[in-house]
């Protein structure tokens, strides 16, 4: 099965603007999704599809892609966004076409 | 309101058997593709298992031929039903809506999650 790849961790001063990235060959054909987990909680999706936000999500989250690599940008970055972030994708690597694959997550710390 | 209630969650011996509940509201289950998700303590996410609206089940290899994926569509609810645990097996599982067009793959809503611990 493919896998995606994201940075362990990320910082960024409040009020600045972040990108956090997830790599994978099938981000070659699917966009990625993100989610975004507070400790404790459940993942809550963020961005879908080319650049998609769920009602309720900030205008300040977007998303976007280039060849292998997805990015999920936050501009002015709050406190409140402190979490854990996920991307996933379809997998496309032939025997699991119908699994779905996760990256292994990016922290991100609001300095 | 759109929501998933996980229910079933417990500690376990290793070999043994649970089944996880997810009751679906404000949506119909068996029209929709619907995952489980779970999480290791401390780890990230990881797929375990779908069931399609025309009733295809699919797994992570992880799991399969262990784990049952089913719905009750009377009862709106989705099932996980695990066999022969094993401590890796220990993790708060999610179920999740599924959605999906050419472009991509998404989960929403997630569940609140329910812990299985497979311990001795």
């Known amino acids: 099965s493919s896998e995606l790849t994201q940075d362990p961790a990320v910082s960024v001063a409040l009020g600045q603007t972040v990108r956090i990235t997830c790599q994978g060959d099938s981000l070659r054909s699917y966009y990625a999704s993100w989610y975004q987990q507070k400790p404790g909680q459940a993942p809550v999706l963020v961005i879908y599809g080319k650049n998609n936000r769920p009602s309720g999500i900030p205008d300040r989250f977007s998303g976007s892609s280039s060849g292998n690599t997805a990015s999920l940008t936050i501009t002015g970055a709050q406190a409140e966004d402190e979490a854990d972030y996920y991307c996933?994708?379809?997998?496309?690597?032939?025997?699991?076409?119908?699994?779905?694959?996760f990256g292994g997550g990016t922290k991100l710390t609001v300095l | 309101e759109v929501q998933l209630v996980e229910t079933g969650g417990g500690l376990i011996q290793p070999g043994g058997s649970l089944r996880l509940s997810c009751a679906a509201s404000?949506?119909?289950?068996?029209?929709?593709?619907m995952s489980w998700v779970r999480q290791a303590p401390g780890k990230g996410l990881e797929w375990v298992s779908v069931i399609y609206s025309g009733g295809s089940t699919y797994y992570a290899d992880s799991v399969k031929g262990r784990f049952t994926i089913s719905r009750d569509n009377s009862k709106n609810t989705l099932y996980l039903q695990m066999n022969s645990l094993r401590a890796e097996d220990t993790a708060v599982y999610y179920c999740?809506?599924?959605?999906?067009?050419?472009?991509?793959?998404?989960?929403?809503?997630w569940g609140q999650g329910t812990l299985v611990t497979v311990s001795s």
């Open positions: 999740a809506r599924d959605h999906y067009d050419s472009s991509g793959y998404w989960f929403d809503p």
């Open positions: 404000g949506f119909t289950v068996s029209s929709n593709y």
């Open positions: 996933n994708s379809r997998d496309s690597s032939g025997n699991h076409l119908d699994a779905v694959v």
